[in-house]
């Protein structure tokens, strides 16, 4: 059985650092900005033999309940008490503070291990803080360097001790079944395999800042996981969070707002939208949350385009619809202004939710299902040639220069999103209008709305290229 460690400290002492050595990778953004870090993330660690789940968290500061800082505190208080360990970290360059010593003594009440980790022991000066770490009255403290990779060994030793040998080490026995080994068997390509309903999913929810992302995320899982309040711009960086929808693991990834890209001038916010870019490109789904009292912003039509450019499977949640009062009249209002803004995203699902109340949920997690089934859809090559020649009948493709081009063969060469290659004739000279009514012929003949459709063309090669001629 493996165990949880949760990483805490005031601001700036290099908590989400050492998170991304642990964990091997830059998931948390990290910045010389006090209190970066707002929700607590959770990540999976290795530390030499050793593999635990670690979270990191927020800053801990004395705050009133009600402020930002207070909730924050109370996020990071949920952490401690849900791990198996704390790793307390001080900063032995600046020495202690204050804040310092009333952490030592909240810890000291929860009556949890604690390994006393002393960060920024590489630098000039360091030995007076890491000395006065002492009289924390938490043991010996752990010289460390998490931006370097120093004294990583030493904190091992240290999280074996407080955890004990046999916990450290435990591992869990993982069974092949016949079921995994089928999965991993190949397909034949021209059969259209079964949607695999029972596959986890990952969604990204995006939006504008305070469209109610976080409150949605928080409303699926019935708890307060994530932080949110009427502040705009609460979320900095991406927070994935694990649940279960119908006995279906569903990841989800609550990222930050998206402001015009002229408005986003601070390097930290900066850092938040490449961080949400990354989530949408790693994701399956993404979720657009308009908030439906202010609608259609410029921004929210370029982060559809962003997402369907992505090639990713999107769903629009018009959020706040407790707060809508003729709702005929507005949903009639939306439908239409969809249809007519996002033409590139013909048949798009559109769900109205109220994230504050729960309100249109379950309607929305089905949408996301289906429109998942659309983005993983094949069709067998047979089906796509017989499509093709009907097309072509009913409107063949216009003549160029005085020439017809034909197109001779269609199959699909990927899924997620669906893309397709024809072999044609003189493929640099069929205008754009054709591709349009060949991707509209493919969503209304095979059921794919809302997902994006690609289509490569391909001259077929003329074998007496290049070869001289008898005389």
Same mark, same amino acid.
């Given at each position: 059985?493996?165990?949880?460690?949760?990483?805490?400290?005031?601001?700036?002492?290099?908590?989400?650092?050492?998170?991304?050595?642990?964990?091997?990778?830059?998931?948390?953004?990290?910045?010389?900005?006090?209190?970066?870090?707002?929700?607590?993330?959770?990540?999976?660690?290795?530390?030499?033999?050793?593999?635990?789940?670690?979270?990191?968290?927020?800053?801990?500061?004395?705050?009133? $309940?009600?402020?930002?800082?207070? +909730?924050?505190? &109370?996020?990071?208080?949920? *952490?401690?008490?849900?791990? %198996?360990? !704390?790793?307390?970290?001080?900063?032995?360059?600046?020495?202690?503070?204050?804040?310092?010593?009333?952490?030592?003594?909240?810890?000291?009440?929860?009556?949890?291990?604690?390994?006393?980790?002393?960060?920024?022991?590489?630098?000039?000066?360091?030995?007076?803080?890491?000395?006065?770490?002492?009289?924390?009255?938490?043991?010996?403290?752990?010289?460390?360097?998490?931006?370097?990779?120093?004294?990583?060994?030493?904190?091992?030793?240290?999280?074996? $001790?407080?955890?004990?040998?046999? +916990?450290?080490? &435990?591992?869990?026995?993982? *069974?092949?079944?016949?079921? %995994?080994? !089928?999965?991993?068997?190949?397909?034949?390509?021209?059969?259209?395999?079964?949607?695999?309903?029972?596959?986890?999913?990952?969604?990204?929810?995006?939006?504008?800042?305070?469209?109610?992302?976080?409150?949605?995320?928080?409303?699926?899982?019935?708890?307060?996981?994530?932080?949110?309040?009427?502040?705009?711009?609460?979320?900095?960086?991406?927070?994935?969070?694990?649940?279960?929808?119908?006995?279906?693991?569903?990841?989800?990834?609550?990222?930050?707002?998206?402001?015009?890209?002229? +408005?986003?001038?601070?390097?930290?916010?900066?850092?938040?939208?490449?961080?949400?870019?990354?989530?949408?490109?790693?994701?399956?789904?993404?979720?657009?949350?308009?908030?439906?009292?202010?609608?259609?912003?410029?921004?929210?039509?370029?982060?559809?385009?962003?997402?369907?450019?992505?090639?990713?499977?999107?769903?629009?949640?018009?959020?706040?619809?407790?707060?809508?009062?003729?709702?005929?009249?507005?949903?009639?209002?939306?439908?239409?202004?969809?249809?007519?803004?996002?033409?590139?995203?013909?048949?798009?699902?559109?769900?109205?939710?109220?994230?504050?109340?729960?309100?249109?949920?379950?309607?929305?997690?089905?949408?996301?299902?289906?429109?998942?089934?659309?983005?993983?859809?094949?069709?067998?090559?047979?089906?796509?040639?017989?499509?093709?020649?009907?097309?072509?009948?009913?409107?063949?493709?216009?003549?160029?220069?005085?020439?017809?081009?034909?197109?001779?063969?269609?199959?699909?060469?990927?899924?997620?999103?669906?893309?397709?290659?024809?072999?044609?004739?003189?493929?640099?000279?069929?205008?754009?209008?054709?591709?349009?009514?060949?991707?509209?012929?493919?969503?209304?003949?095979?059921?794919?709305?809302?997902?994006?459709?690609?289509?490569?063309?391909?001259?077929?090669?003329?074998?007496?290229?290049?070869?001289?001629?008898?005389?």
């Amino acid at each position: 059985m493996s165990f949880t460690v949760a990483i805490v400290g005031r601001p700036n002492v290099g908590k989400s650092t050492l998170f991304n050595r642990l964990v091997g990778k830059k998931l948390a953004l990290v910045d010389d900005t006090p209190g970066v870090t707002r929700d607590r993330r959770p990540g999976d660690a290795r530390l030499m033999g050793l593999t635990f789940t670690i979270i990191d968290t927020a800053g801990l500061e004395e705050a009133d $309940e009600e402020s930002l800082q207070g +909730r924050m505190r &109370a996020q990071t208080e949920a *952490a401690i008490d849900e791990a %198996d360990l !704390s790793l307390f970290v001080v900063d032995a360059k600046n020495g202690l503070t204050p804040v310092d010593t009333a952490l030592a003594e909240m810890l000291r009440r929860r009556g949890k291990p604690v390994v006393l980790v002393a960060n920024k022991s590489e630098a000039r000066g360091s030995d007076s803080g890491f000395y006065d770490a002492y009289t924390l009255g938490l043991g010996e403290p752990t010289p460390i360097s998490a931006e370097h990779g120093e004294g990583m060994l030493d904190l091992r030793d240290a999280i074996v $001790e407080a955890i004990g040998k046999d +916990r450290a080490y &435990a591992k869990e026995d993982v *069974a092949v079944t016949d079921v %995994d080994i !089928s999965e991993a068997a190949g397909e034949d390509e021209d059969e259209e395999p079964v949607y695999d309903d029972t596959k986890p999913l990952r969604v990204a929810i995006v939006g504008r800042p305070n469209a109610g992302k976080s409150t949605l995320i928080n409303r699926f899982l019935g708890e307060d996981r994530l932080l949110t309040g009427p502040e705009a711009g609460i979320t900095r960086d991406s927070v994935s969070v694990e649940w279960d929808w119908r006995g279906r693991t569903i990841k989800m990834f609550d990222t930050a707002g998206m402001r015009r890209k002229a +408005r986003v001038t601070e390097k930290l916010e900066k850092l938040s939208v490449a961080d949400a870019l990354r989530a949408i490109r790693f994701a399956e789904t993404v979720v657009i949350v308009f908030d439906a009292t202010i609608p259609f912003e410029k921004q929210d039509l370029q982060i559809v385009d962003l997402v369907l450019r992505e090639g990713r499977a999107a769903v629009l949640a018009f959020n706040k619809w407790d707060m809508i009062e003729d709702r005929q009249a507005v949903l009639a209002d939306l439908r239409e202004k969809t249809d007519r803004l996002l033409p590139q995203a013909r048949g798009i699902r559109a769900v109205p939710i109220s994230g504050q109340t729960g309100w249109g949920l379950d309607k929305l997690m089905q949408s996301i299902i289906d429109t998942d089934r659309v983005w993983n859809k094949r069709i067998s090559t047979a089906r796509l040639n017989r499509w093709l020649e009907t097309q072509q009948i009913q409107h063949p493709p216009p003549a160029v220069s005085g020439r017809r081009i034909k197109l001779k063969y269609m199959t699909q060469v990927k899924a997620r999103p669906p893309a397709f290659m024809i072999s044609c004739t003189r493929s640099d000279a069929l205008p754009e209008s054709y591709t349009r009514y060949l991707i509209n012929g493919l969503r209304a003949d095979f059921d794919m709305p809302s997902v994006p459709i690609r289509i490569h063309f391909r001259s077929a090669e003329n074998p007496f290229e290049g070869k001289k001629r008898r005389t």
